[in-house]
């Protein structure tokens, strides 16, 4: 019997691609981006994308491919996928959430305390001999008993809230609606919960209601004492208000994962020496990454074995 014929997007690892191709006829996206550049013929068989990255997947992508049925997401962030479209044209969408729930997570938490202890700064303050030379480290701020705000209190919004309850830090929450939690505080906008917390964790999943969520309001209010950990998509923060609150003192430091324009992030980053950088690693573990793969080939295989998708979206 003849293999289904997908559209990959982006590299794999062999753990990924070898069952993928034994299962499916894979063809490569050109480097390109055109599916102009993909034969017509080809094009006219493909029925999935396994989709993977952040570039736009729009109509000008899908409706070249008449009898696209799925797009399998690697990623529980699926954003740049028109998903409205994609109903119109009866495509159903899939991503990988949960399996990456503790990884970014862990990331969050680990980059609020290495933002808030200067652990970078620490570590080259020995390696460039500054300590034997010059000395103790400059004193840092505490984390412990601190007030943390989480803006979206989703899957991953709740398991940062749940490690930081392990440091004795009260825990405040904003959300589109109020949810079940162990005490924790809802407010209903933003701007409250940057006034009322130290740290503000911002966890919303990007879309049209929370782009530039964290706004100049917000910053302000967050305070210059406050610190920004983001972990969602660049686009929830407006990233010139974020770059000009660093610059001017308006909040105290900020620990980002996420940016516009990645990988060629805004140059102005590179000169700040209040934020710590991360090159958009949140679920990059060996562990992690084979779950989400896998979990993007199971939702294909459930659909072309006419079974029920796993993690549906649309
Ligand atoms: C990406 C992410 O999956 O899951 C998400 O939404 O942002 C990441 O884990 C990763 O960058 C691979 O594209």
């Keep these: 019997m003849s293999k289904p014929h997908i559209v990959s997007f982006e590299e794999y690892n062999e753990w990924d691609s070898k069952p993928m191709n034994e299962r499916f006829e894979v063809h490569p996206m050109p480097a390109s981006g055109d599916p102009a550049d993909i034969p017509e013929d080809i094009r006219n068989k493909i029925e999935a994308f396994a989709f993977k990255g952040h570039s736009a997947m729009d109509a000008s992508i899908m409706d070249q491919f008449p009898n696209l049925r799925l797009i399998a997401n690697y990623g529980v962030g699926y954003d740049t996928i028109d998903v409205d479209h994609a109903r119109s044209r009866g495509i159903k969408v899939t991503n990988t959430p949960d399996v990456l729930t503790d990884d970014v997570a862990d990331l969050a938490v680990g980059m609020l305390i290495a933002c808030s202890r200067d652990m970078i700064g620490a570590s080259n303050w020995v390696t460039s001999g500054n300590w034997a030379t010059s000395g103790a480290h400059s004193l840092q701020t505490k984390v412990s008993g601190k007030t943390v705000g989480i803006a979206g209190l989703g899957r991953i919004g709740r398991a940062i809230a749940e490690r930081m309850q392990a440091f004795n830090c009260p825990i ?21 919960l940057a006034s009322a917390v130290d740290f503000l964790v911002v966890s919303v999943s990007a879309g049209p209601e929370t782009t530039s969520i964290i706004s100049k309001e917000v910053l302000e209010a967050l305070g210059p004492d406050g610190m920004l950990v983001n972990i969602s998509r660049g686009v929830t923060v407006d990233e010139d208000a974020l770059i000009m609150a660093l610059e001017n003192r308006t909040i105290k430091s900020a620990a980002l994962d996420v940016f516009y324009n990645e990988p060629k992030i805004d140059q102005r980053f590179m000169k700040l020496d209040n934020v710590l950088l991360q090159p958009h690693q949140s679920s990059a573990t060996t562990e992690t990454r084979k779950l989400m793969g896998k979990l993007q080939r199971d939702n294909l295989e459930a659909f072309f074995d006419d079974k029920p998708l796993l993690t549906p979206v649309a």
Excluded at 181 to 187: C, K, M
């Design 172 to 192: 405040h929450y904003y959300s589109r609606s109020e949810k079940d939690t162990p005490g924790w505080t809802y407010v209903s906008s933003v701007v409250e």
